[in-house]
Nanobody, 122 residues
Framework: QVQLVESGGGLVQAGGSLRLSCAAS????????MGWFRQAPGKEREFVAA???????SYADSVKDRFAISRDNAKNTMYLQMNSLKPEDTAVYAC????????????????WGQGTQVTVSS
């Protein structure tokens, strides 16, 4: 079992940056594929980015070239560096872990964190 805790959210002006962290419990973090998803008020949860156990990354088109996902297996932590933030990036961001391949659908993940709020003002 894996427990996930996000941090790093907050309020930022458009054009600014934030770095989210996802700390995982357990000693097998390096074997999990990890992903970030977000959900804005009144909208469905959407895929943001994912990183496989062997560091293969994928991104939603809406964040490509602005966000960067990474992981530090020694620290059991995944990160999401968010640059050039836009008001439409405002959402609750949650990290997720999978014992299988990383996917762009939420149903492919086994464990979820509670989420952290990101608010981008115009």
């Amino acid at each position: 079992q894996v427990q996930l805790v996000e941090s790093g959210g907050g309020l930022v002006q458009a054009g600014g940056s934030l770095r989210l962290s996802c700390a995982a419990s357990g000693r097998t973090f390096s074997y999990y594929g990890m992903g970030w998803f977000r959900q804005a008020p009144g909208k469905e949860r959407e895929f943001v980015a994912a990183i496989s156990w062997d560091y293969i990354t994928s991104y939603a088109d809406s964040v490509k070239d602005r966000f960067a996902i990474s992981r530090d297996n020694a620290k059991n932590t995944m990160y999401l560096q968010m640059n050039s933030l836009k008001p439409e990036d405002t959402a609750v961001y949650a990290c997720a872990a999978t014992q299988g391949r990383t996917r762009k659908t939420a149903g492919g993940y086994d464990y979820w964190g509670q989420g952290t709020q990101v608010t981008v003002s115009s």
